[in-house]
Structure formats: C-alpha cells, structure tokens
C-alpha cells in the first residue's frame, strides 16, 4: 500500500512535501517524494502514531471527582479510598472511553499502569497497542513480594510491571520487579520523585507525608538519609530499561544519576498543572542529556488524555520551544525510552506502520500542524492496519 500526502513528517529525518510511505504488512519499506501512484489522504500530514509514556485508564470515569486541595498525600489517599467504591464495571467503562479517546487523538501506543489487572481479559479488542503494566504495592500487605511479582508475571495480558512508588513498594519488590521484566524484555516503569512531601519524607523525614506513613505504621527506617533518586539507584533498578514518571523534585546529584544511569523519564504536563507544580525540570534534564518523553497520566489528575494536550500544555510551559522540539518527546523520545528506537515513533524503512493523518488545517508548518491539531486524526494505520478514516 503506497500513501501520498502533502506532508511525510518522518520525525527522525527532514519532512517531506508531497510525500509518500509504502507499507508492506506491518512495516514500513519506502518513504520518499511521491510519484503519483497511490492513496492520496490530501491535504494532510502523515506522521507516525503517537506514544503515550505514562497513562492510568483505570481512573478515566473519575475526572473532576480527586480534588487537590494542596497536599499530594491527602490527593492519593482520597484516591485510594475513591477507588474501594467503583465496581468492575464502573472501571471497564472508564477504561474503553479512555481507549477511544486516545485513538480518536492519534496515540497508537500507550504505556498504562494497570491497578485492576484482572479485568483485562474482559476489555474487547482494540488496536490501540496497549502495554498493561502491573502496579505493584507491598506495604501493609501480608504477601511477600515474590508472590506479588509471581501472580503478575503469570496474569493474562500483562506486558510490563509497575512498583508504584518507593513509599509504597519495598526495595526488594523493585529488584525482583526489575529482574523480571528484563528478563522478559518487557516495560518496568514507576512512579519516581513526583512530589515534594515525597522528597521531604525521604531526605529529611519531615512534612505531611512522613507524617500520615509513620502514623500508619509504615516502617520509616528508609528515611532521613537520602532522596527517592538516590534510593533506587542503591536498588540498583534506575537503567535504560527504567521508565520513571514525573521525576519533578530533584537535585543536581540527582539529575546526573538519571543521566549516568540512562534512566528516561517520562513528564506529564497537564497533571503537573494540576497539582499546581513550579516550573518543570524536563528543560534542564535535557540539557544534563536525559532522555525525556511525554505521558498524559490519568483523567483523575488530568484534563485529557490526548497526547495533542500534552504537547499543547507543554508549549505553553516552555513558549520558546518550536513544535520540532516538542514533537520527539510524543514520538522518538518515548520509542527509545520504551526500547524500540527506530521501529515506533518515527517513519523510516523497518519502523512499523503506526501512522496517523493529521489535517493541515490552513498551517503551512507540519510539525506546528501536528503538535496544535485541534481535531481528531482523518486516518490512522496500526501495524499496517487502517483503523480510522
């Protein structure tokens, strides 16, 4: 199959006017200047899918219902109570309306944090190539954190695994969590640095966090020495293969063990807007040379989770930064960080035929045309497979 249009932004190389892209099966193998043969899409830009590094379907049915009144400790623990009271299909719901708004956006591929794994046989098919990655939680639990990573490697659909967070996964979770998903070449992920509560509990075992986790009974030995950065490189788990989401409370030591490490991180926009955060790290990161990438994190914390959004949220964060900066971090930033640089998120021969067709809509940019698309995608290809027109 050969596809004409008017722009074929390959990402990783120059765009091209009046372009064209020949998918054989699931692959890419041509991309060029168009000769007239072909599907013509228009007056549009062919890009490749977009990669959602860090996402919660399980929380789409509860935007609006988790306000943030200040302490990100008292957010999560309303969360958690929230979630004792939603049913099965309270939650399937949720989860195929975030399905459908994340297609209708032009994400092909999307890393979600699964805190209800056994509902995924029950979820119909789609497209979206979605990575279940198992969120794990051992404290106050009476399971060894064996057993935790044992029913995860053994639950039907599951392709990654998630220690939540160093406050409420142990470090030998991480090391057995860690072990096992390179063992299997599939995505680790966790929750890392997010806030500063966190921080306090960790390097000064102070602030409100520290407070409510000593109350209830966690053991607190851990803190009072160093941060969460410096904990999970003592765990030995911060690699390449170590996706940490938000990464927002950090020191410059810090910074150059994520680099140091090769640990990507994985910045969500709207949800730092959300809990009314300073300006983001995600600029000097990149500059120390760690690789960053974009999430949309859940609707719970969230306005939308459209990568468009997110990348539209950025803009705003860092006006000075062009749409050709922004568009990696949606694209061949998060392939790398997921391990599949040069096959997702960009459009060269041997990627795979994730596509989407995004409508020039007067712009005459096609990276400003992508990165502020208004409307839903008029075409999208996945695994070489049209799935919307």
Known sequence: ????????????????????????????????????????????????????????????????????????????????????????????????????????????TVVNIASVPNLIPQLPATPLKIIWCEELIDLFREEPAEKLVEAALQRPGIGGLSPHAPYTASPELYRLAARH?????????????????EDDMFRRGTGHMYDSFRRAGRDMADCKRVGPVQLLRECEVLTPECLVAH?????????????????????????????????????????????VCLGSDSLASGESLSMFAQMQELSREFPRWSAEQILPLATTNAAKALQRAGKLGEISVGAVADLIAVPLAGNFDPYEAVVFAEQPVSFMMINGNVVRE
């Open 1 to 108: 199959m050969i596809l004409r249009a008017k722009w074929v932004l390959p990402v990783s190389a120059p765009p091209i006017e009046n372009g064209a892209v020949t998918v054989e099966g699931d692959s890419i193998v041509a991309v060029g200047p168009a000769t007239g043969e072909g599907r013509d899409l228009g007056e549009v830009v062919l890009a490749p899918g977009l990669i959602n590094a860090h996402c919660h379907f399980d929380y789409s049915h509860l935007q609006g219902k988790v306000p943030f009144h200040g302490s990100f400790a008292d957010w999560l623990m309303l969360l958690v109570e929230l979630k004792k009271q939603q049913t099965e299909a309270d939650y399937l719901a949720g989860i195929q309306a975030g399905i459908e708004q994340a297609l209708a956006a032009g994400t092909t």
């Open 181 to 197: 998903a390179r063992g299997r070449h599939w995505v680790f992920t966790t929750h890392l640095a997010e806030s500063e509560e």
């Open 247 to 291: 990464a927002n409370c950090l020191t410059e030591l810090d910074m150059m063990l994520l680099q140091a490490t090769g640990t990507p991180v994985a910045h969500c926009p709207q949800t730092h807007r959300f809990f009314r955060r300073g300006m983001p790290l995600i600029e000097r990161l990149q500059h120390a040379g760690v690789n």
